[in-house]
């Protein structure tokens, strides 16, 4: 269920998640939107664009009293090769002014500095990254840490393993650390693939903005792509190797269609929440075509 705090075309806040030390918020913006929606949106066009969305995103966050901390003490947290990094440093000195808070690689560092404040950008994919963080961030020294926020693109299991961590950890509730998510267009599905080994994004269970479901209807191609989360670090940081990955795919899907898979078939299939009929008679082919040429 969606607790709509704001709806507008530039930035819908929605709160999905209520408690007393947990509360989790959906984002959707036009560019996150075109970011989930158009698999040749790739490189600083995709940083360029976070950036963009979340400088909006955190003004009104602010406006909202949802992220209402003073810079002096804060802490940016930034894996290695997470593509929301960079863009959430721009846009808190952008939308906020902020010059004056620390930007760490590794949590260790808040050894050095006196921090009530953490803030951390992630993919959120239900790996033992998020738990590395909490155990770091909670160790004896971090003792004046009040509050936690996570701006990511998220599955249901990386918010179960937050929600999970709070509920086993007393360290977080003896000291009333409050944990905040601000996820961008959805909470997706995760599926594993490889025996178990690799973890990816699925579009077809997940609770999606409805500014991102009626995108979809803008282009045909949109509810066929590999949802393109899964290969966001490559996008902005290894555009060739994702083109690579892009173009298998969409050879792929020609290979499908010319043993007679229809793009109704694929879009039923793939994201069942629009109505593919809606687009008439669809070549899967020519569609797949047309993104090649594009990448090419």
């Excluded at 909670?138 to 926020?149: C, P, T």
């Excluded at 594993?192 to 579009?203: C, L, M, P, R, Y």
């Excluded at 940081?237 to 969409?250: D, E, G, H, M, V």
Aim: aromatic share 12%; proline share 3%; hydrophobic share 35%.
């Amino acid at each position: 269920m969606l607790e709509i705090i704001q709806q507008d075309f530039d930035c819908s806040i929605y709160q999905t998640t209520k408690s007393s030390q947990l509360n989790t918020y959906l984002i959707s913006t036009p560019e996150t939107r075109h970011i989930c929606c158009d698999p040749t949106f790739m490189g600083d066009q995709v940083t360029h664009g976070l950036k963009q969305a979340l400088s909006r995103t955190i003004a009104q966050l602010k406006f909202y009293d949802l992220f209402d901390i003073k810079q002096t003490a804060s802490s940016l947290l930034l894996p290695s090769k997470a593509s929301l990094a960079f863009p959430v440093r721009e846009a808190l000195q952008e939308s906020l002014g902020w010059n004056r808070f620390n930007t760490f690689f590794s949590s260790e560092d808040l050894h050095s500095c006196q921090t009530t404040n953490v803030i951390l950008a992630e993919q959120g994919l239900s790996t033992n990254t998020t738990e590395k963080w909490f155990n770091q961030i909670l160790s004896n020294e971090y003792d004046q840490v009040e509050n936690i926020f996570f701006f990511a693109f998220a599955s249901h299991q990386y918010l179960e393993i937050v929600k999970n961590y709070l509920e086993k950890s007393n360290k977080l509730k003896e000291r009333n650390t409050n944990i905040t998510v601000f996820v961008f267009e959805g909470i997706f599905e995760e599926i594993s693939i490889d025996g178990d080994s690799k973890h990816i994004f699925s579009k077809k269970d997940a609770n999606l903005a409805p500014e991102l479901v009626d995108n979809h209807y803008h282009n045909p191609v949109f509810s066929i792509i590999r949802c393109p989360l899964n290969d966001l670090s490559n996008r902005v940081f290894a555009p060739l190797k994702y083109i690579s990955l892009q173009t298998k795919y969409w050879n792929d899907i020609i290979n499908m269609a010319e043993l007679g898979r229809t793009y109704i078939d694929l879009s039923n299939e793939k994201y069942p929440f629009i109505d593919a009929d809606a687009f008439g008679n669809i070549s899967l082919k020519d569609e797949a075509l047309k993104i090649l040429d594009k990448l090419s």
